[in-house]
């Protein structure tokens, strides 16, 4: 229990109760765990599959690794409409199950084909996943937690790719074990992993896709959706277990002043094109983009390519991605104690500037040929600046931004163009590399979130401690 702040919109010495809100945003923000683990296994379980189905050329490997990402996007495209239609709720139970008969498909495709197809449901979950967490958790939790309980969700993400991390690792090196000397243990090892191993691989998430559809049975609805749909006494009861009575009343009768009765039970994208919410979606589309064109992701998915190229051996270059990952969870937490505390535009500002001046520095390396150490303490400060900031922050504000009644839609456009960003720098990044260089390419990506940083600074106002309702009458005046 706790006593809410005036700021955050709820009656003078509101109660939460947070085991309650506590628990139902752990629950949901199993979604993004499983985003991030079936996101990351394929880096792991890469070099095996290739072999299995003798993908021998460049054109197959890339279709293999960014296949998946058609299927967010599709994931991201339909779960706004979905969402707004059938509740929150059930479509996080959709995700789950879809998690779950993914994995187990794609770790047991006999055919590249199979295997193809069933990456791309995966990746169907990944997208629901991407939207639904972070959507349910801002809607019910109060105020002045939504952006430490949205920052969970990122979290989770963070954990699920150091889980799949070392899952790959457990599965690829500890398993197989019975040779007597090194080279033959490398032998049993190849063997192993060509022909069982990567599969256990995807195959691992399975269990965790069963506890969230598992743990989703037992959340409620978002009140702020049964609202919208003409059921305020549900959300009221439902708000009542999250602060009380009074909280409970005063935030229906806060989320009905921003919710029109021509509106209720509709979804409707072309809603999104109004001159007056086109500015707000714009925010969200770029705050979206700026995620993924600052390029971390280039340097999670050819972090092996990446320190390759900077002198490092193949153990070096496992062990280098396993502190990738330490390094994300770490400053991850400390996201998840400062964005209540300092702000949401104050993080984004400093993640900016930080991820650009760390770019231009791993420039500098490549650009005088500096080998081993520095290239990896660069790039963790990238990765350290990326997990306290633009990481978390984007789906936290993602989730705030847009008005009540077309927050499922535009959430979902929002995400779509994050895919879509992702997928452009994931498919650039070789071309990149191969025309203008390493040290140029991490310059781009450097002018990238300086150009993000201005961005910020003029566009983005602070939501820190409001309700969403009061954030989409502020946000609707500052933009």
């Known amino acids: 229990m706790m006593t809410s702040s005036p700021a955050d919109g709820a009656p003078p010495e509101t109660r939460y109760h947070l085991g309650y809100v506590w628990t139902i945003s752990l629950i949901a923000a199993l979604g993004g765990l499983l985003f991030g683990y079936d996101w990351v296994v394929i880096g792991g379980a890469k070099p095996f599959f290739e072999r299995h189905f003798a993908l021998t050329s460049e054109t197959l490997s890339g ?43 794609t ?26 967490s972070p959507m349910y958790i801002a809607e019910v939790a109060p105020a002045n937690l939504r952006g430490r309980l949205v920052a969970v969700n990122q979290l989770t993400i963070v954990i699920g790719i150091l889980a799949a991390q070392i899952v790959n690792w457990l599965i690829a090196v500890k398993l197989p074990h019975v040779a007597p000397d090194a080279a033959s243990l490398e032998t049993v090892r190849q063997a192993w992993n060509e022909r069982l191993g990567w599969r256990w691989m995807f195959t691992a998430v ?62 409707r994208f072309r809603a999104c094109s109004e001159v007056s919410l086109r500015k707000i979606l714009l925010v969200g589309i770029a705050l979206a983009v700026l995620q993924q064109w600052s390029g971390i992701n280039s ?9 390759r190229s900077a002198g490092y051996g193949i153990g070096d270059i496992m062990f280098n991605i396993v502190i990738t990952g330490a390094i994300n969870l770490v400053f991850t937490l400390l996201a998840i104690g400062s964005v209540d505390r300092f702000g949401r535009r104050v993080l984004m500002l400093i993640g900016c500037a930080g991820i650009g001046i760390s770019h231009v520095l791993i420039g500098v390396a490549y650009a005088l040929e500096l080998k081993g150490l520095s290239v990896l303490v660069f790039t963790l400060c990238a990765l350290g600046c990326y997990a306290m900031s633009l990481a978390p922050v984007t789906w936290v504000l993602i989730a705030e931004i847009f008005p009540n009644r077309i927050r499922g839609a535009a959430i979902s ?53 409001k309700s969403l309702e009061q954030i989409e009458r502020d946000f609707a005046r500052h933009v």
């Open 413 to 465: 456009v929002a995400v779509s163009a994050l895919w879509i960003a992702c997928f452009i720098l994931t498919f650039m990044f070789p071309i990149l590399k191969g025309s203008l260089g390493m040290a140029k390419t991490f310059w781009v990506y450097a002018a990238i979130c300086f150009a993000g940083f201005v961005f910020v600074y003029l566009r983005v106002p602070e939501t820190k401690g």
């Open 63 to 105: 279709w293999a690794n960014s296949c998946a990402l058609l299927g967010c996007l599709l994931g991201s495209v339909l779960t706004g409409g979905l969402s707004d239609r059938f509740g929150r709720k059930k479509l996080l139970l959709v995700a789950a199950a879809l998690f779950a008969v993914s994995s187990v498909l």
């Open 206 to 267: 399975t269990a965790p896709s069963l506890l969230f559809f598992a743990g989703a049975l037992f959340i409620p609805e978002s009140p702020r959706w049964l609202v919208k749909n003409g059921r305020a006494e549900c959300a009221r009861d439902i708000l009542a277990r999250i602060g009380g009575d009074p909280y409970a009343r005063a935030a229906v009768r806060d989320i009905q002043s921003t919710i029109s009765a021509e509106e209720v039970q509709r979804v």
């Open 107 to 132: 770790g047991w495709a006999s055919t590249f084909h199979g295997f193809v197809v069933w990456r791309i449901l995966g990746g169907v979950a990944i997208g629901m996943a991407s939207n639904l």
């Open 299 to 307: 340097i999670f998915n050819y972090a092996e390519e990446i320190y």
